[in-house]
Every structure is written in C-alpha cells, then in structure tokens.
C-alpha cells in the first residue's frame, strides 16, 4: 500500500498494524540539534492512549515509545539532540486481543474500512482494522512531539467544542481547564454536562460525534504557498486523514457560507510601532494560502464510533444479509482521543511548511525580504 508518508521537508512516514509486533514511524528530513527525549514524545502520547476514564476504551496500551535512531549527544550541553538523519520511532503493541475480532472475520462492520479494503486489496486484516486501525495514529501524536519543535515559539492545542446535541459556551472558554477534565473541555461546566451526557449513552451502548478546535499560536507569516501548497489546504488534508474525521474548516469556516462582507472581513490597524494589526481572525490565520501572523485556527468533525452494542444491519463477504452488534472494548466518542492527534497534524504541517519556505525564500519565516 502507498501513501504512507505526509509532508515534503519535514517527512512522516507510519507503518505498522494494531495486530502486527509493533508500530513506528520515519521522519525524515529533520533539521539537526534539535533536542529531544524519549520523555517528552511519551509526554504527547501519554495524553491521546487509551483507558484514562471511563470516557475511553479500556484497552490497555502502554504505548511505551523507542527512538532508534536519528539522536546523539550534544557535546556542548550534554542533551540529546537530533542529528539531521532519519529518525526512527518504535512503540510495540502489547494488547492485542485477536479473539475479540473472530466474530467479525466475515462480517464487514458498517462504518469501518471492512468493505472499501476487500473491495480495493482483495485481502483485509480482521482482526483489528489492520492500517485503518485508529492505533496507526499513535505515530503521528509522536511525529507531531517533534515536529512541534521546529517552527520557534510555536504552541499548539486542541480542545473538544462540541460532543453530539452539547457544544461549549465559548465565553467560558479556559485553557486551563483543559488539563483538569476528561475531555480536553475548555468549559468547566460543560465538562460535566459531558459526563451525564455520555454515560447515558456508553450505557446504552451506542456512540456519539464531536467537534475539535485546534490552534496554533506564534505561527510567523509567511508559511504556505499559492496554488497548490496553500497552508490551509494542506492543513485540511492533514486532519482529514485522520480516522473518523468527515469534515474540517478554517476561520470562521462554514459561517462564512451565512454572513456579509462587512461581517466577514478582518479589519487591519497599525499599533504604535506601527505594526498592523488585525481587529479579529475570521480567515484562522490564512490568506491566500499563506499565514499571517495571527493565529492558525481549525476545525473538525469527527463521526460517532461506528463499533456499537446496537445491532446494525450488513453483509458477509460471502455474500449474505446479517447483523452486527460488537462487543469489544471502544471509545464511546473518539473525540476525546483526537485531540491530541489533532494537534500533532497541524503542528507537523506547520513543521513542513516552515522548512519550505525556507528553503525557496533562503529566509526564515517572519523575516521580510532584505533581511538575513
Ligand atoms: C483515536 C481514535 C480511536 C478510534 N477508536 C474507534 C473504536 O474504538 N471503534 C470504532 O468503531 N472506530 C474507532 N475509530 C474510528 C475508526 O478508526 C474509523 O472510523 C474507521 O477506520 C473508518 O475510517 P473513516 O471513519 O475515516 O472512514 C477511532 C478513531 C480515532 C481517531
């Protein structure tokens, strides 16, 4: 299979199986002396792994991460830092359960890559999803710890918006709250709304949709090309690719389907240093496919879980009308669990594009041109 890689300087490529001995990732194209840990990629991962509330599936993955190459000492601080050498990043698989799948061998599961897989590969891994598995997303959490690294003062974050009928009210909007519930919920109150909510429906066995807000703040401008290497594009593709997530906007986004001009536009001033100054950021940070300073900001849907206790109706590969229901260990709303996947595209397309330009602009990004 191809199209395992994303990014053109900044190079992501994943590989692995959630049944397979292990998973990992290359990334290639990493600027050297970049300093980094196994404990700060665990740091990244150990907020998207499973089993932390009840809220999560309760599959237990360690989700313990090797680097295995692309790292040395740094002579003059004494720290680990990259190389400028493909880096290779290993996490084992330590849960796999193939007696939770065997129900479902034959049975393509509605909502799942079961048909499309048969259908295009004419073989398919049962037992767990095989690529299309949500495990494989482990490694871009990883890639995305690095990556984060590499446009200077960069900060990413995500935050859950909306689960099913309950959207946050943004006046309440705190990011601090984000650490202290379990949802990645800005909203206090809303967090625990969330709770009831959910329960209800883990109880009844059925699953539920979200919406996540990612931002990137301290993005220089600059980053992005016109026609066909627009910053946002790219952006849209990259948390598109990720599982369950069925659609993505920028800005304001579909909204601005609804308003007028006059509503819509980001009026500039100058500060006192006469710097401009954007009264609001309806455009997320993007014109013309190019940032401009302010910050990048998206979102994204993603579907409810399509494994549920409900049985559905479907076909066997054979083929013959039945039923499914599954009983395995999922995610009630994988929402909660993509934020942080969230977070890590955004931060490796920020990664790649800030190498881009660059390497054709000879500058980096936020220096005008003249300046070395
Ligand atoms: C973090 C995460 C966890 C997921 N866990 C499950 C799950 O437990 N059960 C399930 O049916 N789908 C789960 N999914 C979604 C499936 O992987 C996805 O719907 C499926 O591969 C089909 O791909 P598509 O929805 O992008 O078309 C998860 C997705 C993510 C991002």
Request: glycine share 12%; net charge neutral.
């Amino acid at each position: 299979m191809s199209h395992n890689t994303i990014g053109h300087l900044f190079r992501v490529t994943t590989w692995g199986e959630s049944h397979g001995p292990a998973i990992g990732c290359v990334i290639d194209g990493c600027p050297p002396l970049i300093p980094i840990t196994e404990a700060e990629i665990q740091v990244e991962l150990d907020r998207r792994r499973p089993g932390q509330s009840r809220f999560t599936t309760q599959r237990r993955e360690p989700d313990t991460v090797r680097i295995l190459s692309g790292v040395f000492e740094d002579e003059t601080t004494g720290g680990q830092v990259t190389t400028g050498t493909p880096i290779a990043l290993q996490i084992e698989n330590v849960d796999q359960r193939s007696k939770d799948y065997t129900e479902i061998r034959k049975r393509y599961r509605p909502g799942h890559a079961d048909y499309s897989y048969d259908v295009k590969y004419g073989i398919r891994d049962y037992r767990g999803g095989g690529r299309s598995s949500a495990r494989e997303t482990a490694m871009r959490v990883a890639a995305g710890a690095i990556a984060r690294k590499i446009v200077p003062g960069l900060k990413v974050r995500g935050a859950l918006v909306r689960i099913g009928e309950h959207e946050i009210d943004r006046s309440r909007w705190d990011w601090d709250a984000i650490g202290s519930n379990p949802f990645f919920c800005p909203d206090p109150v809303m967090a625990e709304n969330w709770e009831t909510y959910l329960d209800a429906i883990r109880k009844d066995g059925s699953s539920v949709g979200a919406v996540i807000e990612v931002v990137a703040e301290g993005v220089p401008p600059g980053l992005g090309a016109p026609v066909y290497g627009k910053l946002d594009q790219d952006i849209c593709a990259a948390l598109m690719s990720i599982n369950a997530v069925k659609g993505v906007e920028i800005g304001n986004g579909f909204e601005a389907g609804r308003i007028r001009g006059e509503d819509n536009a980001d009026e500039i001033r100058l500060d006192d240093a006469g710097n401009p100054v954007f009264l609001s950021n309806k455009a997320g940070g993007v014109l013309g496919g190019i940032s401009s300073g302010q910050p990048v900001v998206a979102r994204f849907a993603v579907k409810p879980t399509s494994s549920i206790l409900k049985p559905v109706k479907t076909i066997t590969s054979t083929p013959e009308e039945t039923e499914i229901s599954t009983k395995g260990r999922h995610d009630p709303c994988v929402g909660i669990r993509v934020v942080p996947i969230g977070e890590a595209m955004l931060a490796i397309i920020l990664a790649d594009h800030y190498l881009r330009h660059r390497g054709q602009t000879g500058r980096s990004a936020g220096q005008s041109a003249g300046q070395s």
